[in-house]
């Protein structure tokens, strides 16, 4: 990959003599790099896959409400029996496939009104998966915004993983152990996503010091959602099965949701904080897509075309299938690095990469552009 790609600063030499017309003037490879997208973005919209298409929303509320009615016409049949952990993994799937929809809205693909969208990944989002809105919209916006920038996305900020071999060498006695064989920790630690999201969204609306849109009716959601719910469980079930039943259900729903958004970008090369990419390389390199067809596609929400999604986030995840073949080949015209794998290469990717990171090595799979950008001043 060449270095031209990234953005830089310097303008290209231009004639001494005589004057040159500002309009003809060489532009900045950086405004080339615009100018090359804005082409791309023209052919996207002249297919008509930049606009909204609500009945594929109202087809997907309407097979989830059968879903969830389904589960709990389940749930009210067996009663007291140890088959509800069955029940509680089924609940989780649908939350999941829940937590897509709000992701969708919160991104403005199903509605024109901004308002009707944030309405709807408000309520998803808050009543049926247990997460903040205005929590994640602030986390997710730094995200989409600089992906995998160390120090401003919020998704590779160190925690129980970390992701940047700089803070992994920080770490001492059994944290500097425990990170370098993180990898294998994965899966186990991803059953406890779930409940981190719960957490942080009750952690978020009731500090009085965040700024949160709307925060009652947050609160009023995420208290039917985390309270009223599996206290209703508990008395239903009791004690016993109760409690089984929401442990499952919250490691469930933090393996399905957090297996599903893990590939996209764990494992993709890391961009040191001073560093600037133009915008189709920043989406772009740092992200990956996962193959597989129309069944990883609906497990997955439409996420598996992470680059197409970053690249057009208002664009409804139905049409980034559709899509992909034109960024595709957009991409191997200008030798931008397509990443693509299976969903199970993907994970041991992900583990692998961790592992290494926790021993200090820096981005094993980082790409020729990012390699030169660490040096870059």
Known sequence: MSS????????????????????????????????DFIQLTEQVRATGLMDRDVNWYVVRFVRQSLGYLAVLALFLTLGQSWWQLVTAVLFAFMCTQTAFISHDAAHRQVFASAKKNAWLARIAGNLFVGLSYGWWMNKHGKHHLNPNKVGVDGDIDPGALVFDPENAAKRKGFAKWFARRQGYFFFPLLTLAALDLHISALGRVLDRKQIVPERKAEIALLFVRLVLLPAFTVWYLGWAIGLAFIVVQVMALGLYMGGSFAPNHKGMPLVPKDVKIDFMRRQTLMSRNITGGKWVDAAMGGLNYQIEHHLFPTMSSRNLRAVQPMVRAY??????????????????????????VGLGQRDPFECPITANMRTAR
């Open 331 to 356: 991409c191997a015209e200008r030798n931008i690095t397509y990443t693509e794998t299976t969903l199970g290469q993907s994970y041991m990717i992900v583990m692998k990469y961790l592992n290494r």
């Open 4 to 35: 031209a790609t990234l953005d830089s600063p310097d303008v290209l030499e231009e004639p001494a003599a005589p004057a040159v017309p500002a309009a003809a003037r060489k532009r900045p490879a950086r405004d080339r790099h615009v100018t």
